[in-house]
């Protein structure tokens, strides 16, 4: 019995034509709404099928509607809600990221890392968190357990032991 209060109901025969019907004429319309909603057009065409099946399951209840164009679209702006709820939806996916020349020459990348490797334990900590691991000053020196002009110096100075270090190899390496 239990079972049979779970699953969704669905349209049968002539409700299943109607629905189609209904579909195919807002279709547009939603996919239209929902693009202005999330300004992405994946996510909008995610969005309206999402709608659309939510209608289908409850047709029987979505039909009775005054005004089911006016119903669907809050049932899209439902959806739309529950989507930006979500934690995943905050979530991007970063660009391409634009690696110094080394990409594409390994030997340059171990020459950078051995003059890394040369720098005293703090320095190289720093260096390595700024830069690599592109945190904050702040994140840094919370990490670390230092003040923040301590990371700023101790900063500047690595890369300046760096650029000593590296003077032979720097045309290659920021190009």
Not at 9 to 32: I, K, N, Q, W, Y
Not at 46 to 66: I, V, Y
Not at 81 to 102: C, F, I, Q
Not at 111 to 116: P, Q
Request: net charge positive; aromatic share 6%; hydrophobic share 40%.
């Amino acid at each position: 019995m239990l079972e049979l209060l779970e699953r969704p109901v669905t349209p049968a025969g002539d409700e299943r034509e109607e629905f189609a019907r209904f579909a195919g004429a807002s279709v547009a319309r939603l996919h239209s709404s929902a693009y202005q909603l999330c300004r992405d057009w994946h996510l909008a065409q995610d969005l309206t099928q999402t709608t659309l099946t939510k209608l289908f399951q409850s047709w029987g209840r979505a039909a009775d509607s005054d005004n089911l164009p006016a119903y669907a679209q809050k049932v899209l702006l439902r959806v739309y809600l529950d989507h930006r709820r979500r934690r995943s939806s905050t979530e991007a996916v970063p660009g391409a990221l634009r690696e110094p020349a080394y990409s594409v020459s390994p030997e340059l990348r171990l020459t950078m890392m051995e003059a890394v490797g040369r720098l005293p334990a703090r320095d190289r900590a720093i260096v390595l968190l700024r830069y690599f691991a592109d945190h904050s000053v702040e994140q840094v020196a919370e990490e670390l357990d230092v003040p923040v002009n301590v990371v700023k110096s101790q900063t500047r100075r690595s890369l300046l032991k760096l650029r000593q270090m590296l003077v032979t190899d720097r045309p290659a390496l920021f190009a």
